[in-house]
């Protein structure tokens, strides 16, 4: 159920398909942890082999990002639909809703969590949030108390990227939770501190392009897209 572009796996499972195997493995006690891949990740690592060992080593490499799915079309691949972190993470809080599962949010600026906490209380009036720690505590230790205290069975990680993932395989053998899922700015969009684009632009697949009229000095980081679509198709 995988598929490879330049040396990085790319799951190509639906959101579904996802959820059911978490959820599975959950009542098996065992552990899953969950990555989104984006051509800029995996430029990332072509020059960066720990990066590229660590986003191999996640049990689910979710393709988030359009030029992944242009990827596996041209190479006749199976991904058609990208599988985005924050959707992935709104569909485990339903589905943790639903079978009476607990989830914790660690990261984002000191309140962040706690406001994303509060929206998702709106959403899913009977999830279970077991706590919030923000990002920003230097203290280890502090961080893995409260987390093992809490107790949850799915933590989502917003430290951004790659930092979240490298804190998730550090720690995750360690501590409580049985789901570890990297969600980079994901709580300061569901606290409603920072917009995501339209609808009509994500279902287009034209999620940058509103981001590039939003944020214009993005463009150089968003240069890697051909970058990547070129080196991926002459890749065969
Ligand atoms: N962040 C954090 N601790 C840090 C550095 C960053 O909690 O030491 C948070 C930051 O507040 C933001 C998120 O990590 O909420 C990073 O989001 P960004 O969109 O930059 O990450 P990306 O999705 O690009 O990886």
Known sequence: MKENYLGVDVCSLTYDEITSSLFHKIENSQKSF???????????????????????????????????????????????????????????CREAEKRGKSIFLYGAKPGIADQAKIQLEKQFPKLHIAGTMHGYEKDEEVVKKTINEA???????????????YWIIRHMDKLAPKVYQGVGGSFDVISGNLKRAP??????????????????????????????????LKEK
Do not use: C, H
């Open 34 to 92: 969950i990555v989104a891949i984006n051509p800029e990740k995996i430029m990332k690592a072509q020059t960066d082999e720990n990066l590229r060992g660590l986003l191999n080593k996640a049990d689910y490499q979710i393709p988030d990002g359009i030029g992944v799915i242009l990827a596996s079309k041209i190479r006749g691949g199976n991904i058609r639909e990208r599988v985005t972190g924050i959707d992935m993470m709104i569909t485990l």
């Open 151 to 165: 107790n949850p069975d799915i933590i989502f990680v917003a430290l951004g990227s790659p930092t979240q993932e």
């Open 199 to 232: 609808l009509f632009f994500q279902r287009l697949g034209l999620e940058w392009f509103y981001r590039l009229i939003k944020e214009p000095s993005r463009w150089r980081r968003q240069l890697i897209l051909p970058k990547f679509l070129i080196k991926a």
